[in-house]
């Protein structure tokens, strides 16, 4: 539940969205967005695919917006708002709805907050308690710095940026306009280079730093590298999710979207508009083009070239099924060979 | 080692389990507990499975503690405790000795804690340094908030709980009575939620947030989403490890425990007294009935209706054997169709 | 971009390496290292391997650091400095800038950090703001803790040790001389440790620590869990990168390196020098010996005892030709008898 979000009319809605109020009142007060599911009286729900049928024939919420095509699942006795696309109307009601329900960040600077005088602060930033800024920061208007924040030497953050509290930053990393980045991530930590010298490891300083664009967010508890030599970079408009490692010297492409747990091995190098899905992994040193889709849980072994949609996932199985099938999958040379055999003996006779 | 425990008496320790005690001097001093490995002239050790037998053969300990059916395992020189359930009596012991070692958190508000003038504070809640608490928070009477957690607009910490260092709660979150939340967890991140449009993503705000049972336990660096429009919900008597990932409107069932890296997509519902091994994948939108085990690094990719135990791994073997069979699966409907050839030759002939 | 070094003349950076200057003015100001391909008039730059001949041939280097072997490819115009191991030559001269670079950490305690007057502090320490060092904590001459860190009871940090921005070491916990911990990680959590009674988990409380040997790093936003009864162990030199598990009882041997986002599980003992790929996973109470190559994403089942490379990972294919494969191996058990079938019925004949 959203309990601060603060009562809209249901007209005033429908406008918002340049929707098609087909029935209902459009003076009714509309509390919250809910699902189907969970919608009360006061509550705009939303039908945004065919699987949802059921639930929009029982739901009790006050309205719902629906493309024309799902409509008729809506029971008669509820307000129906028909829009073109009901997930982006969603999207922009969502944002209505948290507008009414942030209080907005107040710009300030709490007074347990550490910020160096050689630091640059634009206008109206908001810096929360327990922050550190160090020497030759340069943070830019409206940008906002929860509690707990470390922003190392001659870090750059763009105008409007947003960080949630404890999130770090090392020196000279650049985050920029408008990107969003969730507690707990670091940014700016050394890539993991060293060179074996007599069964020891000698570290390789990293040198470079992090370049991330506009636009980009970055969920939480995330690791992203600083460069060997050169940076590591993440384009604009990307959108990372919790728990993502991102090695040095990784290039992301702009609007590209990676799920959680997602590890990106050093030197990798990531198209535009890619969609990598959770936990999938993707080996240093190669490249993948524009507009790939990679499957949850798949390794990426080798450079990927044509656009499409690439799996490599062993299928879940009750386990002792599991047991018989992975011992085959040792054994598959054995069986072919087999199978050869006979294939040989039958062209013989 | 626990270098903090106080002696207790042997006999004591007995009655504290109602064990046994078979053999040796109730008034030994017992400085620790500790493995059988390990364990010295002042140690209390446990044999609670059959596979530990030689390490008990040979154990320095004073006293151990083990099952009737494995007690003629451990040398007649050592003192022995038998027990019905040596494992539930180990358990209890660490908690005694854990107890012993504990400093306890002294109820106290540090000075260096910012708290907003709007937040109501149980009786003996201890907060640490550096702690930020943010407007209409409340804490339960005996909860302890370690050095630099923060918490958000709006959350509720129940009474007893304890947030160890450097944990985040988002606004609006609730975490149960008795809870235990380790450091680095960040709790009531946004969902990942982004409307696609023209080639970009629009951000979808995430206005549900997260409640968290009693006596749920969450490891170190985890992340828990809050929800898009529902909450995210886990269950009471959950236990979860480190570094997961719960995406928004993930539903956990009381009691289920989620060994550490397991990541759960979105709005995935997982039942009551389920056991997920490490690392293991649960796709969005799915359903796992109740007590389900999952192996550690499967992907649950459809909804499980059976309770049971599931399993999908690659089996590791030498790398040279790997590629040879790795290949083949690549292979595996070419094998088949040769095979059906066979078979079709073989009843025309 | 490296934008803190300063000038070098080549000359004395090819003394540093024991380099010969085949070509070039020792004169040259070197103002930064660079790769071959994001190299300017006043980088030096590096031919560490075949793969970048091509690079190395239209490089706009001021010189290049190469092997004999492999320094045909850089173009006559470009001054060359050829080395035994370019390799290491790298990693000798990335050290040399990181030291121009760095802005030396000033041994200063802020005033902002909470230090219990029992702590022992060696000298020439660095305390950042917002520190919380808590009773009978030690940290060696010359250690740096970074802003926001917190030490619990009795934590010993070693001489020359750093600690990044934000990191967390449970009580009793040691860290060894001149260790690296990344920002965000958590060295103490309590291990996983639960026993089942009557469908619900009781807590073993967690009474052993953890002890970091001598020169180990430990990248951000790692777990490393406290033992049971026992100390998790992680030997000098070992390398750990990013969003890494280690169990409760873990035991890792020497100059292990082990990538990013492993997961490893409770009592596992793990050889010296092995190196283990990211997010590859190891089950718990096993054994692997010394010298043991895991690939990315394998997951460990049983003992290794052998010295090798050891694979397990599902192809990654286009994803219509992984369906029709997937399902192919859970019917491998099936296929295999066909093939009984076919081939006693040849014997037969």
């Known amino acids: 539940m959203n309990p601060l979000a603060k009562s809209t009319r249901l007209g005033d809605l429908v406008a918002l969205v340049q929707g098609q109020l087909e029935r209902g009142n459009p003076d009714t007060a509309i509390l919250r967005l ?3 599911e969970s ?5 705009l729900a939303f039908l945004t695919s065919g699987g949802y049928r059921r639930q929009a024939g029982i739901t009790r919420a006050a309205a719902v917006v629906s493309s024309v095509e799902l409509s008729e699942a809506v029971p008669e006795h509820v307000a129906l708002v028909t829009v073109r696309d009901a997930y982006r109307a969603y999207g922009a009601l969502a944002r209505h709805f948290s507008l009414l329900a942030n209080l907005a960040a107040v710009p300030s600077i709490h007074p347990t907050a550490i ?3 050689s630091a640059t602060l634009g206008a109206d930033v908001a810096i929360g308690p327990h922050v550190s800024v160090a020497a030759d920061v340069q943070i830019g208007a409206g940008a906002m710095i929860g509690a707990g924040c470390t922003l190392d030497h001659a870090v750059r953050i763009g105008a409007q940026a947003r960080l949630y509290p404890r999130v770090t930053v090392g020196a000279q990393c650049d985050i920029g306009a408008r990107s969003l980045i969730h507690s707990g991530t670091v940014v700016g930590s050394d890539g993991f280079g060293f060179a074996r010298h007599e069964q020891r490891w000698e570290k390789i300083p990293q040198l470079g730093s992090v370049r991330i664009g506009d636009d980009v967010e970055i969920g939480a508890n995330c690791a992203i590298d600083r460069g060997a030599l050169d940076d ?3 384009g604009d408009g990307c959108k990372l999710d919790n728990l993502i490692q991102v090695a040095h010297n990784v290039r992301i492409g702009e609007h590209t979207a990676i799920a959680a747990c997602v ?3 050093g030197s990798a190098r990531i198209g535009r508009r890619c969609m990598i899905g959770g936990a999938a992994g993707i080996l240093g040193h190669l490249e993948i ?3 790939v889709t990679i499957s949850a849980m798949s390794l990426v072994t080798r450079s990927i070239t044509q656009p499409g949609f690439y799996s490599g996932i062993f299928p879940l199985m009750d386990n002792s099924e599991w047991e018989r099938a992975a011992v085959l999958v040792r054994h598959l040379p054995e069986l072919r060979a087999r199978l050869r055999r006979l294939e040989s ?3 013989e006779s």
Chains 1, 2, 3 share one sequence.
């Open 39 to 43: 919608a009360d009286g006061a509550s």
């Open 115 to 117: 910020i160096d005088p």
């Open 232 to 234: 590591t970079v993440i």
């Open 289 to 291: 083009c524009d507009d």
């Open 345 to 347: 003996r039958l062209k």
């Open 263 to 265: 590890g990106i091995a």
């Open 34 to 36: 809910a699902t189907l």
